[in-house]
């Protein structure tokens, strides 16, 4: 379409500014090129040739009409993965100042049919063989069960945000070991020179993009450092990217054979890094056990794989005991990994694994917890993804007792027994990119919680992540896409997606590549119904609570610090005292702890009358399986405010209505081990 002639006739003029205002009513705006220069999501000066769009209409902007920002949130992929695992793993590029030719082509290796292609034929199985042409022709690739070929385009991104898509969780991912095992690589196998690499790269793709918009800051892909800054953008219809980590030894934070290969200096030089860099939200650990934290684990033949990987990293196999509650780490791989095994030294075999221990021995270490403290001062959110249920665990034990809402559960590797945990918190939840059945199963499972949290959801699509992705429902399905198709906000219609030679087809494709993210958005509303997508479009409001949440943290004041306390009894020791005050002393180097009895009590006087919603415990070995809280006004006459009959040692936070005294007494009923109790510290709060 043209733009009409100046000379046109009244009548058709008049009826034309009727159509372009009824369209708009309707949520359609003009699509044609001869608008572009006024139309502010439509760049200036696209590279040509580049990716069709295939995405008509106005990126909806603002708020809606209670003041939230709207949009779809993905909370975990990985844009520059292709400069991770020593360069070769992932091919093609995100962008490139060349072009589309320069950005989407393979791996020399896998040139002329694929022969070479190794981590293809792990992956994907077959001989790994295939047309390593990308563009213009794109015979093989991207494709849903590719995990070798670039997803990430810039183009296919921008298709995903026209569609209602506003946060971007760009995760700088590798793994030291991976690279270093692999037969390819043009580039050091240092993991935090490689993440210094892809935060760079995508801050190099910021200002691609811009210069295609018109100058600094014009662009609609946007790198945000705050959750003001983040709402800004959306405000202005833009997409929000948050720069994470994923990576298995952050810091050089390995272990071998169980020695830390790291301090807490490197911790606080690591973390004052990221943030400097922007990074707003990492893991701990990924994959292998390291200095900080032990691991959730892989399954089948990958996990024998990783397991392999994991004593090539630290000396030692995956350990596993049984689980001390319904949270369990993934079932080992016990599958046969040929390849990866040719790695082992001579004489080593993967061992195998009682089917009833399925928990990771190693939790979160004391290196890993001072990470975790480190983080919540540089008030950064914490993905406890990956981690082992035993650190997981021990990391809320830490948040709830700070009342820190920084947890991010951002694609389906956290046992879902921590969900309303996490909720209760006030984190924020993603589910893996499945396919739209199980996809919307799993939605439809915990929707009770999001309404009872208020709370929307989110997606991890984990694109370039080696993950797999949903593959097509097929067009005979009695409720395929149908295309065009409007977008979640109604404001915008998509079609089928063009790139090249190669239009892709949602029903038929599956999700290939990141530009078909609105097509699978689409496909779960037909399978899952409006509501799990109205979940999903409340995302960007829920993500920014959790991160102005954390932002806005403040350590609260311990009224039990140094305050007087008594106890019913207390161990004798010629060498060390377990007196009552070891217990409000600050120090968790030292301990109260009582005669191996019940009935026992530890009581702390704090001056005053006060406000109390909240006491934590942190317990030594010898714990409290059953006891209560109590509270009192003049220490004779107490009210149990708060009790449990399954305790189970560690990190304990007892939160209540809050409630006027002086006095709280913790008030042990049944030992949860053979000794007495014993209490590290005790923490008083009024909020």
Same mark, same amino acid.
């Given at each position: 379409?043209?733009?009409?002639?100046?000379?046109?006739?009244?009548?058709?003029?008049?009826?034309?500014?009727?159509?372009?205002?009824?369209?708009?009513?309707?949520?359609?705006?003009?699509?044609?090129?001869?608008?572009?220069?006024?139309?502010?999501?439509?760049?200036?000066?696209?590279?040509?040739?580049?990716?069709?769009?295939?995405?008509?209409?106005?990126?909806?902007?603002?708020?809606?009409?209670?003041?939230?920002?709207?949009?779809?949130?993905?909370?975990?992929?990985?844009?520059?993965?292709?400069?991770?695992?020593?360069?070769?793993?992932?091919?093609?590029?995100?962008?490139?100042?060349?072009?589309?030719?320069?950005?989407?082509?393979?791996?020399?290796?896998?040139?002329?049919?694929?022969?070479?292609?190794?981590?293809?034929?792990?992956?994907?199985?077959?001989?790994?063989?295939?047309?390593?042409?990308?563009?213009?022709?794109?015979?093989?690739?991207?494709?849903?069960?590719?995990?070798?070929?670039?997803?990430?385009?810039?183009?296919?991104?921008?298709?995903?945000?026209?569609?209602?898509?506003?946060?971007?969780?760009?995760?700088?991912?590798?793994?030291?070991?991976?690279?270093?095992?692999?037969?390819?690589?043009?580039?050091?196998?240092?993991?935090?020179?490689?993440?210094?690499?892809?935060?760079?790269?995508?801050?190099?793709?910021?200002?691609?993009?811009?210069?295609?918009?018109?100058?600094?800051?014009?662009?609609?892909?946007?790198?945000?450092?705050?959750?003001?800054?983040?709402?800004?953008?959306?405000?202005?219809?833009?997409?929000?990217?948050?720069?994470?980590?994923?990576?298995?030894?952050?810091?050089?934070?390995?272990?071998?054979?169980?020695?830390?290969?790291?301090?807490?200096?490197?911790?606080?030089?690591?973390?004052?890094?990221?943030?400097?860099?922007?990074?707003?939200?990492?893991?701990?650990?990924?994959?292998?056990?390291?200095?900080?934290?032990?691991?959730?684990?892989?399954?089948?033949?990958?996990?024998?794989?990783?397991?392999?990987?994991?004593?090539?990293?630290?000396?030692?196999?995956?350990?596993?005991?049984?689980?001390?509650?319904?949270?369990?780490?993934?079932?080992?791989?016990?599958?046969?990994?040929?390849?990866?095994?040719?790695?082992?030294?001579?004489?080593?075999?993967?061992?195998?694994?009682?089917?009833?221990?399925?928990?990771?021995?190693?939790?979160?270490?004391?290196?890993?917890?001072?990470?975790?403290?480190?983080?919540?001062?540089?008030?950064?959110?914490?993905?406890?993804?990956?981690?082992?249920?035993?650190?997981?665990?021990?990391?809320?034990?830490?948040?709830?007792?700070?009342?820190?809402?920084?947890?991010?559960?951002?694609?389906?590797?956290?046992?879902?027994?921590?969900?309303?945990?996490?909720?209760?918190?006030?984190?924020?939840?993603?589910?893996?990119?499945? =396919? $739209? /059945?199980?996809?919307?199963?799993?939605? #439809?499972?915990?929707?009770?919680?999001?309404? +009872?949290? @208020?709370?929307?959801? *989110?997606?991890?699509?984990?694109?370039?992540?080696?993950?797999?992705?949903?593959?097509?429902?097929?067009?005979?399905?009695?409720?395929?896409?149908?295309?065009?198709?409007?977008?979640?906000?109604?404001?915008?219609?998509?079609?089928?997606?063009?790139?090249?030679?190669?239009?892709?087809?949602?029903?038929?494709?599956?999700?290939?590549?990141?530009?078909?993210?609105?097509?699978?958005?689409?496909?779960?509303?037909?399978?899952?119904?409006?509501?799990?997508?109205?979940?999903?479009?409340? =995302? $960007? /409001?829920?993500?920014?609570?959790?991160? #102005?949440?954390?932002?806005?943290?403040?350590? +609260?004041? @311990?009224?039990?610090? *140094?305050?007087?306390?008594?106890?019913?009894?207390?161990?004798?020791?010629?060498?060390?005292?377990?007196?009552?005050?070891?217990?409000?002393?600050?120090?968790?180097?030292?301990?109260?702890?009582?005669?191996?009895?019940?009935?026992?009590?530890?009581?702390?006087?704090?001056?005053?009358?006060?406000?109390?919603?909240?006491?934590?415990?942190?317990?030594?070995?010898?714990?409290?399986?059953?006891?209560?809280?109590?509270?009192?006004?003049?220490?004779?006459?107490?009210?149990?405010?708060?009790?449990?009959?399954?305790?189970?040692?560690?990190?304990?936070?007892?939160?209540?209505?809050?409630?006027?005294?002086?006095?709280?007494?913790?008030?042990?009923?049944?030992?949860?081990?053979?000794?007495?109790?014993?209490?590290?510290?005790?923490?008083?709060?009024?909020?």
């Amino acid at each position: 379409m043209t733009r009409p002639s100046h000379r046109i006739r009244r009548p058709i003029a008049v009826m034309s500014l009727l159509l372009t205002v009824m369209a708009m009513v309707l949520g359609t705006a003009p699509g044609s090129s001869a608008q572009a220069e006024s139309d502010w999501w439509t760049p200036a000066a696209r590279p040509s040739p580049d990716s069709q769009i295939n995405v008509t209409g106005e990126p909806f902007k603002g708020t809606d009409s209670q003041g939230q920002v709207r949009g779809f949130v993905d909370a975990h992929n990985h844009l520059m993965s292709n400069e991770a695992f020593g360069g070769r793993l992932i091919c093609g590029k995100t962008f490139s100042e060349a072009g589309i030719a320069d950005a989407l082509k393979d791996c020399p290796e896998h040139y002329p049919d694929g022969s070479l292609a190794i981590f293809d034929f792990i992956t994907k199985g077959g001989d790994g063989k295939h047309d390593p042409n990308g563009w213009p022709t794109f015979k093989d690739w991207p494709a849903h069960d590719s995990l070798t070929h670039q997803q990430n385009y810039y183009a296919w991104v921008e298709r995903a945000w026209r569609g209602g898509q506003r946060v971007l969780v760009n995760d700088l991912v590798t793994n030291g070991v991976i690279c270093s095992v692999y037969f390819f690589k043009d580039r050091s196998c240092d993991e935090m020179t490689s993440i210094r690499l892809q935060a760079q790269k995508t801050y190099d793709m910021q200002a691609y993009i811009d210069r295609m918009y018109g100058g600094p800051g014009k662009g609609w892909f946007r790198i945000v450092t705050d959750s003001a800054q983040a709402r800004e953008v959306i405000q202005q219809g833009k997409l929000a990217v948050v720069l994470g980590v994923e990576t298995s030894e952050p810091f050089g934070c390995k272990q071998i054979l169980d020695i830390a290969q790291c301090g807490k200096d490197d911790i606080d030089r690591g973390l004052d890094e990221l943030h400097r860099l922007g990074v707003r939200s990492m893991f701990l650990c990924h994959k292998f056990d390291n200095a900080l934290c032990g691991v959730r684990f892989d399954s089948g033949t990958l996990g024998t794989a990783i397991n392999v990987g994991q004593f090539l990293s630290t000396g030692t196999f995956w350990k596993t005991e049984k689980c001390a509650g319904p949270q369990a780490d993934n079932p080992i791989g016990i599958a046969a990994a040929p390849e990866a095994e040719k790695k082992l030294p001579q004489g080593v075999d993967v061992p195998s694994y009682s089917a009833d221990a399925r928990c990771n021995t190693r939790g979160l270490t004391e290196l890993g917890e001072y990470a975790v403290r480190g983080m919540m001062k540089r008030k950064m959110m914490l993905e406890i993804d990956h981690m082992s249920v035993k650190a997981a665990g021990r990391a809320l034990d830490i948040f709830e007792s700070e009342s820190y809402p920084g947890v991010i559960s951002s694609h389906s590797w956290m046992d879902l027994n921590w969900t309303e945990r996490v909720y209760r918190l006030g984190g924020f939840i993603a589910q893996y990119m499945h =396919g $739209a /059945e199980g996809f919307s199963a799993e939605a #439809k499972r915990t929707d009770a919680l999001r309404d +009872k949290y @208020n709370v929307g959801y *989110g997606y991890g699509t984990d694109m370039n992540g080696v993950g797999g992705w949903p593959g097509p429902r097929g067009t005979d399905t009695p409720n395929p896409v149908r295309y065009p198709f409007r977008s979640a906000d109604g404001g915008a219609v998509i079609d089928r997606q063009t790139t090249g030679e190669r239009t892709w087809d949602i029903n038929t494709d599956g999700a290939a590549h990141y530009g078909l993210v609105p097509d699978w958005l689409e496909d779960i509303r037909l399978v899952g119904g409006k509501g799990v997508v109205d979940d999903l479009f409340r =995302g $960007a /409001e829920s993500y920014l609570d959790t991160w #102005k949440a954390s932002e806005d943290h403040k350590a +609260k004041v @311990n009224l039990a610090a *140094g305050s007087p306390a008594s106890a019913s009894s207390s161990e004798w020791s010629l060498f060390t005292s377990y007196a009552p005050d070891r217990a409000v002393d600050g120090n968790t180097n030292t301990r109260w702890a009582s005669d191996w009895s019940d009935g026992q009590w530890l009581r702390i006087d704090l001056g005053t009358p006060s406000l109390i919603k909240r006491v934590t415990l942190n317990w030594e070995r010898a714990y409290g399986k059953a006891y209560r809280i109590e509270v009192s006004t003049d220490g004779t006459n107490w009210q149990s405010v708060w009790s449990t009959t399954a305790g189970d040692g560690g990190l304990d936070t007892a939160q209540f209505t809050g409630t006027t005294a002086r006095y709280v007494r913790v008030h042990g009923q049944e030992r949860g081990t053979k000794w007495g109790y014993s209490l590290h510290e005790v923490g008083v709060y009024s909020s």
